[in-house]
RNA sequence: GGCGACGUGGCGAAGUGGGAACGCUGCGGUCUGCAAAACCGCCAUGAGUCGGUUCGAUUCCGACCGUCGCCUCCA
């Protein structure tokens, strides 16, 4: 990733378009509207469509604590060359088929445990605007049908190229495309083929929307000609944003989008894609990890850098999680025995760290650094629980302002005590005890093997033995 | 070929024109019957390579090497 301004006042982003860092303002209605490209339903979401959905939402979360209002839109695409394709192999009708993969998409990103976008838009659910903003397009004459087709215009839009930084000349063209005016024109209506089950009328015969424009009609439907945030895959950028930015800006006249944020690849030796065949499937990786773990993992990275997705770095994650549980049962330990008075330097390194904190986040959604300023927290608890213990009062402001913390990045379920030990356990365990009494330790290791062995651990504390599921 | 991102310790990952965060691992120690957790301490004289600017560069500039993305569907 590259380098971003400081912060100074209120967060920034970094935007594509302008290549730095920029001030986020909210919109004329008070709140931040944003935008971001989700998944074609054609198959089940790999671990790399949930970067977007988790940087995204966790940024929503984060401008909502921070007091903005927020609206947060996120389409599927439903209608597409390779929904066809796919309901062509499986033999159903491509409808049937996006509509089974849209709910397995809501179900797989339900479990993230983030919420959902406020709205999620379908092509199948904006024809009308989707042809309506086609006819503006061939009114202002940056659109033309052709046997059947439209085509955008892209000779008669100045500013195409500006988003990836490239220029028309310089753009490897490889089919001339005896349908097209020029190579690059794209297709914004597609005229109907007979192996394609679904089709819509419009005024230039039955067919069905070309990729980009999908996105143009129901950001403009959803946010208006202009907003404030437009997000997505980096690997978005050309020609699908390009495209985009055409269309809206073609058709309204003002800046579609004024930061454009998009996210860096997950890298699994290689690009993860569908069409390479080299894919994590977003619910194998919830099955194998558990959401906290993959949470915490899209989040430990900064989202512009490229992530290699591996058991390494799992491992790691899942370490880094189970150290921030551990500090929740030190609070919970404390409490049960609080101390007296106030921890100086646990209140100083609470203030302290809540400012890195926020600071970070302000910059360009520095989440790493985030994670830092939560460890410098962690530290400081357990520094004061074992040494000299506050009393209740700072333990549970404390806890508080931890949890709060873990709350801005969707990771305040670890501080959520896990279901105490069912009453056999804790059997084992009070047995256990009449067994260090009596001062016989080879029945005692043996029953936190037993204990162990059903799924539980023991922790000997000065308060006395701990008991969690592990 | 064009456009873009990036190369930091065993691994992951930050900031910064002048002391290289943070996490994981490893090592030593404290605590503990044991164990775990936790705490204390240690672990890059060097930041892909080579030049340049500078009193001074990992940080700025250039070249080269390498990785990745985009240029076709792709989060």
């Known amino acids: ?38 998944p074609t339903v054609y ?24 007091g903005f209002a927020v609206r947060f839109v996120s389409n599927v695409t ?22 089974r993969y849209l709910a397995e998409y809501v179900a797989d990103t339900d479990r993230l445990e983030l919420g959902r976008p406020d709205l999620e838009p379908t092509v199948t659910g904006h024809m009308p605007e989707i042809i309506d903003l086609i006819e503006r397009l061939i009114t202002v004459d940056l659109a033309y049908p052709s046997h059947g087709d439209v085509y955008f215009r892209v000779n008669r839009f100045p ?6 930084g490239r220029r028309l000349d310089e753009l490897l063209v490889t089919e001339p495309g ?26 230039w015969g039955n067919g069905r929307p070309g990729w980009h424009i999908e996105c143009s009609a129901m950001a403009q439907s959803a946010l208006g000609p202009s907003f404030e945030i437009h997000g997505g895959g980096i690997d978005l950028a050309f020609p699908h944003h390009e495209n985009e930015i055409a269309q809206s800006e073609g058709a309204n006249g003002v800046p579609m989008a004024r ?43 900064h989202y512009r850098s490229k992530l290699p997705f591996g058991d390494p770095a799992l491992e790691d994650t899942a370490r ?13 330990r404390a409490e049960s025995a609080p101390g007296t008075g106030i921890n100086r330097e646990l209140a100083d390194t609470l203030v302290a760290a809540r400012n890195d904190f926020f600071d970070a986040l302000d910059d360009d959604f520095h989440t790493p650094r985030a994670f830092a300023a939560l460890f410098e927290v962690i530290h400081a608890i357990h520094r004061a629980v074992d040494g000299a213990r506050p009393g209740l009062a700072q333990l549970q402001a404390t806890r508080s302002e931890f949890v709060a913390l873990l709350d801005v990045l969707g990771l305040a379920s670890l501080a959520v005590s896990r279901p105490g030990a069912p009453v056999e356990i804790v059997a084992l365990a009070r047995e256990r005890e009449i067994a260090r009494a009596e001062g016989d330790f080879a029945r005692a290791d043996e029953l936190r093997a037993e204990i162990e062995a059903r799924g539980y651990e023991v922790r000997d ?9 592990r």
């Open 43 to 66: 198959g089940p979401v790999h671990v790399g469509n949930a970067r977007p959905f988790v940087v995204f939402s966790v940024l929503k979360r984060y401008l909502t604590r921070r």
């Open 461 to 469: 504390t000065p308060e006395g033995p701990q008991v969690t599921s």
């Open 259 to 301: 930061i454009w944020a998009h996210n860096e690849m997950l890298e699994l030796g290689g690009k993860m894609s569908k069409s390479e065949g080299n894919i994590i499937l977003l619910r194998d990786a919830l099955d194998r990890w558990g959401r906290d773990v993959l949470v915490a993992f899209f989040l430990r990275t």
């Open 78 to 99: 439903d209608v597409n060359d390779k929904i066809y394709a796919a309901a062509g192999r499986e033999e159903v009708p491509s409808a049937e088929l996006a509509a």
């Open 1 to 38: 990733m590259s380098t971003t301004s400081p912060t100074v006042g209120g967060p920034r982003l970094y935007s594509t378009l302008s290549r730095r860092s920029e001030p986020l303002e909210p919109g004329p209605d008070g709140t931040v509207r944003m935008y971001v490209c989700g």
């Open 178 to 203: 005896d349908a097209k005016e020029h190579p690059l024109d794209f297709a914004l209506w597609k005229g109907h083929k007979p192996d394609e089950d679904t089709f819509w009328e419009s005024p």
């Open 159 to 164: 500013g195409y190229g500006k988003l990836s």
């Open 320 to 332: 880094q999680v189970e150290t921030i549980r551990n500090t929740i049962l030190a609070l919970d």
